[in-house]
Structures are given as structure tokens and as C-alpha cells.
């Protein structure tokens, strides 16, 4: 019988130093997902108002986004917090492009008319 629980002793010793070497085998830990493919952000102004109303979109930090804005007058496209800006035509689009690196909640409007078209929550 001593034999025996020496034995299992053996085993066990053996597999809590494995367990040991593993965990302090100073492998790098996994790198965090890499942020997908662009994200594009559409919106539409028409008759003095965002159709569908004013939106929190969630983007995540380190991603590429295109904000794509169809109005039916003309005006700056101003994204607050990166300060990007970009003209609209009556009737037409405007596109603004940019990498999400900081981190927080940014409004996009049609900076003349101080119209909210809809908030960015970069995270």
C-alpha cells in the first residue's frame, strides 16, 4: 500500500510541475483582436432632421470609419473632437474618413446650422 501512494505522490508532484512550468513558460499573452474591416457610418438630413432621429453608433477604438452624410441642403460635415470637416452639396453626399484613435463620445453635425446629425461613441 505504501508503494502505491507513493507512487500516485510521483504522479501527482508530477503533474502540479507541469501545471507550474505551463503557466510560468513566460509565453507572450494573445495579442487583442486586431479591430475588423471599416465601418461605415450612413446618415441622412432631410427637411431640417436626421431620418430615423439622432444616434449613439458605437465604434470600436483603432477602427477605420467612413462617415457617409446625403443632405438635401448644403453645409460642413464637422466631426467634434478629431475637428475633421468636410462640405456637403444640396442634394448630394459628403464623406468624412478616419482612424478611431481616441477614445470618448463625438458629435457630428452640419456646422452652420448647428444640426446634431448623430454622436460617435469611440470605445
Known sequence: MGHQLRRWGLVVAAGLIALIVAACSGAPPAAPAAPG????????????????????????????????????????IHVHGYDLKTDVPAHGTGTVEFLADQSGVFEVELESRGAQLAQLEVR
Do not use: F
Open 37 to 76: 474591416p471599416e465601418q461605415v457610418v450612413q446618415i441622412s438630413y432631410v427637411g431640417g432632421a436626421v431620418q430615423g432621429g439622432v444616434s449613439r453608433t458605437p465604434v470600436q477604438l483603432g477602427r477605420k470609419v467612413r462617415l457617409v452624410v446625403t443632405s438635401d441642403v448644403a453645409d460642413e
